[in-house]
């Protein structure tokens, strides 16, 4: 709709649209200011995708879906607020989101997609809710000021390169952790990373889990551990 319509500055979206299409936004490389209406309850794919200068926005809790890489490339974005009504995300959702620094994300969600955070450079903390049983592949990859994260109970899966070179220094399981796999690469490149812990129902670890860990110094198993 406005797809490349680079002097537009602020936009105010009426209450007669209810939803917000593919590309709709995109590269609308001025746009600083975006006002959604409780009427939408859809943002589709790559929706403002390469808007450079977004550096905010407040998803109503009408919205239901986010498509795939729909706040992608917003190089200046530095804060998004979400509701509980956000049933599931995308992937590439944030992918290259360069100012985000961190982020709340809604208790309805049960998994982090595929690229989700990949190269958020300025990402420090993330929240991650106990409604998640899985965190995609590359979700955090190249997360370079992403220094800590809690991994919920809930979580049972984390899946290949989730967290490669990031710069993780500790990663901490929830108490009763229900973990069971440990995918490919999911730490590679860790410099940082010293020490880690593993949770008892653990059943697999991939393929170069913990390759390049170069200041990895201590691994501990739990009790009565399921490997």
Known sequence: ????CTKIEKLVIPPSITYIGKYALS???SLKEILIPPSVTLIEDGAFRSCVALEKISIPFSVTSIGIGAFCECK???KISFHSSIISLNDDLFTFCESLTEISLPSSITSIPYGCFKFCKSLEKI????SVNTIGKESFLYCEKLNNVIIPHSVTLIDDDAFSYSRLQEINFDENSKLKFIKNSVFNGISSLRS??????????????????SGL????????CEL
């Open 217 to 224: 110094a201590e691994v501990t198993f739990e009790k009565n």
């Open 196 to 213: 880690i812990k593993i949770p008892k129902h653990v059943q697999s670890i991939g393929c170069f889990a913990f390759g390049n860990c």
């Open 127 to 130: 929240k991650i809710p106990t």
């Open 27 to 29: 590269e609308c490389s």
């Open 1 to 4: 709709c406005f797809n490349k």
């Open 76 to 78: 200046s974005l530095q």
